[in-house]
């Protein structure tokens, strides 16, 4: 069975930071790679990973967040300039295919100026995409929901946000995206997880490591961490560790390459 391997291009949380980038993840079962969201500097990121511009199979967009999407573009010229030759589908909130597509045009990224066919499709949830033995499936969050509730009225979308469970063979990995509160996360953990990604922005720590104590996890990676949390590392350590046991848990750091 071919090597699983998640490469860490961005890890940080939204605000800006000169050190940790925006959230950008590529997943790689063997042969098929996912591309989980493109924060910025995603495409120097991929580029300085000296690998091939045909690797990437699909790209997923968890939310419209700008450190989430911020990047996308400049990837995508990227893609044409490097020529780019395998076709590529980009699944998203269905509220950003137009304005997406709107900017490329508007940047001058033709389709017409493509070595490949680029297309679009909105992220259903409990759906799963599947690329060869590689099954990914979407599950909302709540991360948006208070948004929603204040700026609907005025700004009428559908404030769509997403986790997702990634399987391969006998493989199965959690990523959380940007949630809002641990109970986002229960789809996931259903099943035992080899890996879970999970993000410490949206809620509390000791509410997330206390909903995660006991399950059945691997391995949890912990990324997109508050300005707080991130700059009380030790601390936080010490939170996770004394109240998850003896689930094994890293704090991700941008370039880090891990094997599942």
């Not at 009380?232 to 998850?244: D, F, G, V, Y």
């Amino acid at each position: 069975m071919d090597a699983h391997l998640l490469k860490c291009y961005g890890v940080g949380d939204g605000w800006p930071c000169a050190s940790r980038h925006h959230s950008s993840f590529l997943y790689r079962f063997g042969k098929v790679s996912i591309l989980l969201d493109c924060g910025e500097p995603v495409s120097g990121s991929f580029k300085a990973s000296g690998l091939d511009y045909d690797t990437i199979d699909r790209i997923f967009l968890s939310h419209l967040h700008c450190d989430h999407v911020g990047g996308f573009f400049m990837l995508m010229q990227g893609f044409w300039l490097e020529q780019r030759q395998k076709d590529l589908v980009v699944h998203l909130p269905a509220d950003g295919i137009k304005p997406i597509r709107q900017m490329l045009d508007a940047s001058c990224i033709f389709d017409e100026l493509l070595a490949f066919r680029l297309r679009f499709e909105p992220l259903k949830a409990g759906q799963p995409v599947v690329t060869h033995n590689v099954k990914v499936t979407p599950f909302p969050t709540s991360h948006l929901d208070s948004l929603r509730q204040a700026f609907q009225a005025q700004y009428p979308q559908s404030f769509e946000a997403f986790c997702f469970l990634l399987e391969s063979d006998r493989t199965r990995v959690g990523h959380s995206a940007d949630i809002g509160s641990p109970e986002d996360l229960a789809p996931l953990v259903e099943q035992p997880l080899d890996l879970l990604v999970c993000e410490i922005a949206h809620c509390k720590p000791d509410d997330l490591f206390h909903f995660l104590k006991g399950r059945p996890i691997k391995r949890i990676l912990f990324m997109h961490l508050a300005r707080r949390a991130w700059l009380n590392l030790e601390e936080t350590r010490a939170q996770a560790s004394k109240i998850l046991g003896s689930i094994p848990f890293t704090f991700a750091h941008p370039g880090e390459e891990i094997v599942f």
